[in-house]
């Protein structure tokens, strides 16, 4: 893996192909990948729950709908966003129809009392994983995004699949496909790290070295 890689892995939506399959040994070597990413004191809670059966997909399937919807309705995005939006859209009609979904999971819940630590910790211990499986699928040809408008219905979701709900959060789905042919070019919108980077100082602050 090398900088290409880091620069063009992006949230594939479009070109994922929906009617190639993908193989469970593609997934089980991307998810070897994905589980040496880092975690707090070393307690690697990642939990996987691969879902192939047209069904299940189709009930899943559902659910994000719902969940997408309810995320549109209560924003105004701007004219930058519409295009995302559009992507996000299109993903959501046809998630049902994406060869695998791949439901990433933590051990124990989310921290209730009010403590910033606690809380990214929590998170900070499982999406290094999820950014690990993104770019060994694309060293292979395939692609996802991570998601998470299907959480709306996180319970009816774990019900579902016999994931326990007390016991274990999830808190993510990635869609993975082969991808059709497209543009590998670096990923598009990214301000240059010079104008979001302070030294010494929060960006643009007096006394932040540029």
């Known amino acids: 893996m090398g900088i290409d890689l880091l620069t063009s892995t992006r949230a594939f939506r479009r070109r994922l192909d929906l009617?190639?399959?993908?193989s469970r040994q593609d997934l089980l070597e991307c998810l070897d990948?994905?589980?040496?990413?880092?975690?707090?004191t070393n307690r690697q809670p990642w939990r996987f729950v691969v879902v192939q059966d047209p069904e299940l997909k189709a009930r899943i399937g559902e659910y994000y709908r719902k969940g997408f919807a309810a995320y549109l309705s209560a924003r105004t995005p701007r004219p930058d966003q519409?295009?995302?939006?559009?992507?996000?859209?299109?993903?959501?009609d046809h998630m049902h129809e994406v060869p695998a979904l791949v439901l990433v999971c933590s051990l124990g819940r989310p921290p209730t009392e009010p403590s910033a630590l606690r809380l990214a910790s929590f998170y900070g211990s499982i999406y290094p994983a999820v950014w690990n499986f993104l770019l060994a699928l694309r060293d292979r040809g395939l692609g996802s995004t991570m998601t998470t408008a299907h959480l709306v219905y996180e319970r009816e979701i774990a019900e579902l699949l016999g994931i326990p709900f007390e016991e274990v959060t999830q808190v993510a789905l990635l869609p993975v496909a082969h991808l059709l042919p497209g543009s590998d070019a670096p990923a598009r919108k990214r301000t240059p790290a010079a104008e979001?980077?302070?030294?010494d100082g929060w960006p643009g602050a007096a006394g932040a070295a540029p």
């Open 196 to 199: 979001v980077t302070g030294f």
């Open 82 to 92: 519409l295009a995302d939006l559009s992507s996000g859209q299109y993903l959501a």
């Open 19 to 22: 009617t190639r399959p993908v």
């Open 33 to 40: 990948i994905a589980v040496h990413a880092p975690s707090g």
